[in-house]
């Protein structure tokens, strides 16, 4: 009978240890353009720009997708992304990343990565 109740708690502690691994501590990550450039360009990841898409029109980085943060379906575009996978955000300067960060995380998203320079940092001389 202890071998039983023995057993059945290994089996409790081995499955309590596996499942804690296996979710992830949502995290926001600010990054800058050295991040960018070694992790994202060229890489098949998820990049979005959150500024309006006249600000986009005029230039962007990569081939991120623009999910403007001001419009009423941002909520709706990014429940297209994959919460487990990491998520790359840029605005012009930082402060709409920063929300739509916030946002993301909110709703589930586990790897949130929030470039603060922004659009303004990408395209200035290093």
Avoid at 92 to 102: L, T
Wanted: hydrophobic share 35%; glycine share 8%; with cysteine.
């Amino acid at each position: 009978m202890q071998k039983i109740i023995r057993l059945a708690l290994m089996s409790f502690a081995l499955l309590g240890i596996f499942s804690c691994q296996s979710q992830q501590k949502p995290f926001i990550k600010k990054i800058d353009k050295a991040t960018v450039k070694a992790k994202v360009i060229g890489e098949d990841v998820q990049l979005v720009d959150v500024r309006t898409p006249m600000e986009y029109n005029q230039g962007h980085i990569d081939d991120a997708v623009n999910f403007n943060i001001n419009d009423e379906g941002f909520l709706n575009q990014i429940e297209t992304l994959d919460k487990n996978k990491p998520v790359y955000l840029y605005c012009k300067m930082g402060g709409r990343s920063n929300r739509a960060a916030e946002l993301l995380k909110s709703k589930g998203f586990t790897q949130i990565f929030d470039y603060t320079g922004g659009y303004t940092d990408w395209s200035s001389k290093d």
